[in-house]
């Protein structure tokens, strides 16, 4: 099943900054590291907040100063624009 991602093109920058797409589930992923298991966790904390505010959550995994992040809509069996708002938005938290 395709994406029902509207601009496949605004996918392009994510790709720049380290997303990687699995065009198989419709989702995208990042590493990200930090320098400490705490500046981990604040960042997870931030992002939680725009998660909540946009209703639209990660799949994530934190493992002491790594977290790993996964972002797909359930509801749309896919890749949608609120994925790529939360990846621009936890690029943003670390830029
Ligand atoms: N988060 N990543 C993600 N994908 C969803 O489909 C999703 C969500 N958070 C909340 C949510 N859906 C609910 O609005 C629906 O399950 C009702």
Redesign the pocket.
């Known amino acids: 099943m395709p994406d029902p991602l509207a601009d496949p093109d605004a996918l392009a920058p994510l790709l720049a900054c380290g997303w990687s797409h699995d065009g198989k589930r419709g989702s995208i992923s990042k590493t990200f590291t930090f320098r400490n298991f705490i500046e981990a966790f604040g960042f997870m904390t931030h992002a939680a907040l725009w998660?909540e505010k946009w209703?639209?959550?990660?799949?994530w995994r934190n493992v002491y100063k790594v977290v790993e992040v996964t972002?797909?809509?359930?509801?749309?069996g896919g890749l949608t624009e609120?994925?790529l708002r939360l990846a621009r938005k936890m690029d943003s938290l670390v830029a």
């Open positions: 998660a209703d639209h959550h990660p799949e972002l797909t809509t359930h509801d749309a609120r994925d």
